[in-house]
Nanobody, 125 residues
Framework: QVHVVESGGGLVQPGGSLRLSCAASGSIFSINFMGWYRQAPGKQREFVAGIISGVGTNYADAVKGRFTISRDNAKNTVYLQMNSLKSEDTAVYYC???????????????????WGQGTQVTVSS
């Protein structure tokens, strides 16, 4: 039972800012990756930003310089600070967590992907 819960979506004007949060909980042994994807209506889901534990961050070219991803390891929480928002940023934003499962005996299981429910971000005048 791994749960991924997102918050922070909403309506914002072009040029505005928004901060998304994603918290992972449940049967987690350790987290390898936390990141954000987005999907606009009729389009494929695309990578936005991510953090690989012990390695660093990566951003899609479309958001580089405007979005910042950060993580609070103690809380298993990742954030996406979105600045200078454009109408083309409008989409449902999904949080993905890649984590090793904690087995009943407390040992490490295999790595699996877990997705949040998605949060709507609308950039409009």
């Amino acid at each position: 039972q791994v749960h991924v819960v997102e918050s922070g979506g909403g309506l914002v004007q072009p040029g505005g800012s928004l901060r998304l949060s994603c918290a992972a909980s449940g049967s987690i042994f350790s987290i390898n990756f936390m990141g954000w994807y987005r999907q606009a209506p009729g389009k494929q889901r695309e990578f936005v930003a991510g953090i690989i534990s012990g390695v660093g961050t990566n951003y899609a070219d479309a958001v580089k310089g405007r979005f910042t991803i950060s993580r609070d390891n103690a809380k298993n929480t990742v954030y996406l600070q979105m600045n200078s928002l454009k109408s083309e940023d409008t989409a449902v934003y999904y949080c993905k967590v890649a984590a090793w499962e904690r087995l009943p005996g407390g040992t490490r299981g295999g790595m699996r992907d877990y997705w949040g429910q998605g949060t709507q971000v609308t950039v409009s005048s």
